[in-house]
C-alpha cells in the first residue's frame, strides 16, 4: 500500500508527506477517523514511504528492498499491535501469537473492521482487547536495535481496546521513546482512548470517503456498472470496508432472499413460535452474516418502496426479487416504510456493538408486526 492507493484524503497525503519530507515527524500520532476511512491504509502508506530507501518526491519507489519487505507487511522493523482474543488453551496471548491471521486480513485490503478481525478469529461475539503482555511484549520490542538502522515502527490498530494496565505500561515510552521510534495509534473511536495516552499523541483526523469516491474505486477496481457501483456507495456511509463486504455478499443474496420472504410472511401472520425458531437460526450465523442480512432487508424494503410507486422503473433487482416484492411491496408503503428503515437502521448499529442477537431480532419481529399491517 502505497500513498497513490490510498483512496482520497489528498490534503492529509500532502501533509503527511511534508512531515518526512521536513524532518518533522512526530514519535506519537494518532490517526483517526471512522472504520473504512483509510487511515489504517494510510498508515501501512506513511510508513513504507518513512522507510523507502530510495523515495521519490510524492511517494514510495516500491521496489528497494524495504518496500518489497512492506508489500508483505514483513519489515522487521516495523511491528504491529491489534485486539486479540486471549486464549490460555491456544495460547493468544498478545498479537505476535495472532500475526500471521492479521497480516492475512490486511494484505487482501487495509480496509479492515473489527467485526471481521472477530469473525476471523473464529467468535463474531466476542469482543478483542490489547492486554498487559501485550505491552510487556511492545516495550520488549522497541527496545532492541533497528535491524536495519532506521526506524522502529509500532502501528497498534484500534488502541481504545487497550486496557488500563496495558495502556499504563505504555505510558513512559510513549512520552519518552528510544531514538527513532515512531507510534502510531489507528482508531475509530478516540473517545476510547484514555486521556493519558490520547495528550501524549499527535491528533490527525480522517472524515468518512464520500460516495463519489468510493463509487470511482469501486468501477476501476471491482469491474461493476456504474448504477451499481453508486449504489453500494451509498450504502456504505464512508467505509470502504463495508462497500467491499457488501460486493464478497452478492454471492448470498439467494439465500437471503429465501430467509427475507420466511421473515416477512412470519411477521405479517404474527406467527410467534415459528419467528423464535426463525431468530434462533440467523442468530446461530456470524455476526457479520446478520450484518449483511440486514442491509440486504434494509435494500428490499427500498425496492418495494420504489416499485410501489414507480412501477419498478428505477429497481435493480433479479428475477427471483423481483417476482416476490411484486407480491411484497402493496405491504411497504408510506405508512410505514420510515420505521421499517428506522428499525433495521437501529438493529444495525446495536449489533455492530454487540447485542444479543437474538434477543435484537425478536425486538425488531415484534416491531414489524405492527408495521407490516399499516395499509
Known amino acids: 500500500m502505497s500513498f497513490k492507493e490510498v483512496i482520497g484524503h489528498h490534503q492529509l497525503k500532502k501533509n503527511l508527506l ?14 483517526c477517523g471512522p472504520e473504512g476511512s483509510g487511515h489504517f491504509a494510510m498508515a501501512i502508506a506513511y510508513v513504507k ?31 504491529f499491535s491489534f485486539p486479540i482474543h486471549l486464549s490460555k488453551t491456544n495460547k493468544v496471548e498478545k498479537s505476535d501469537d495472532s500475526l500471521i491471521e492479521f497480516r492475512e486480513m490486511c494484505l487482501k485490503s487495509p480496509y479492515i473492521g473489527l467485526s471481521s478481525w472477530n469473525e476471523q478469529q473464529g467468535n463474531p461475539n466476542k469482543q478483542g482487547i490489547i492486554a498487559v503482555k501485550e505491552g510487556e511484549a511492545i516495550i520488549k520490542k522497541l527496545g532492541l536495535k533497528s535491524f536495519e538502522g532506521g526506524y522502529k515502527v509500532l502501528i497498534m490498530w484500534l488502541p481504545e481496546l487497550m486496557n488500563n494496565e496495558a495502556a499504563n505500561k ?3 515510552i510513549i512520552e519518552e521513546p528510544p531514538k527513532k521510534t515512531l507510534f502510531i495509534l489507528v482508531s475509530d473511536t478516540k473517545e476510547g482512548i484514555l486521556d493519558t495516552i490520547l495528550s501524549r499523541t499527535q491528533c490527525i483526523n480522517f472524515n468518512g470517503l464520500s460516495d463519489e469516491v468510493i463509487a470511482d474505486e469501486l468501477k476501476k477496481n471491482s469491474a461493476i456498472a456504474t448504477e451499481k457501483a453508486v449504489h453500494i456507495a451509498q450504502l456504505s456511509e464512508g467505509n470502504f470496508h463495508k462497500a467491499l463486504s457488501l460486493i464478497d455478499n452478492e454471492n448470498k443474496d439467494q439465500i437471503f432472499l429465501s430467509m427475507f420472504i420466511d421473515w416477512m410472511r412470519l411477521c405479517y401472520t404474527r406467527n410467534i413460535s415459528a419467528t423464535i425458531d426463525w431468530v434462533d437460526d440467523i442468530a446461530s450465523s456470524g455476526r457479520e452474516q446478520q450484518k449483511a442480512f440486514l442491509i440486504f432487508t434494509l435494500e428490499m424494503f427500498r425496492q418495494a418502496i420504489i416499485g410501489h410507486y414507480s412501477s419498478n422503473t428505477l429497481t435493480i433487482l ?19 416504510i420510515i420505521g421499517l428503515n428506522d428499525t433495521i437502521n437501529k438493529a444495525y448499529y446495536h449489533l455492530e456493538r454487540n447485542a444479543n442477537p437474538k434477543v435484537l431480532l425478536l425486538d425488531v419481529s415484534l416491531k414489524f408486526y405492527a408495521l407490516l399491517k399499516k395499509q
Do not use: G
Open 49 to 79: 514511504y518513512l522507510l523507502c530507501s530510495e523515495p521519490k518526491e510524492n511517494d514510495c519507489c516500491d521496489s528497494c528492498a524495504s518496500c518489497i519487505k512492506m508489500n508483505q507487511l514483513s519489515h522487521p522493523d516495523v511491528h
Open 318 to 336: 433479479t428475477s427471483d426479487q423481483e417476482k416476490f416484492l411484486n407480491k411484497f411491496s402493496p405491504f411497504i408503503n408510506h405508512l410505514n
Open 18 to 31: 511534508a512531515t518526512i519530507n521536513n524532518n518533522k515527524v512526530s514519535h506519537a500520532q494518532l490517526f
Open 170 to 172: 505504555l505510558l513512559k
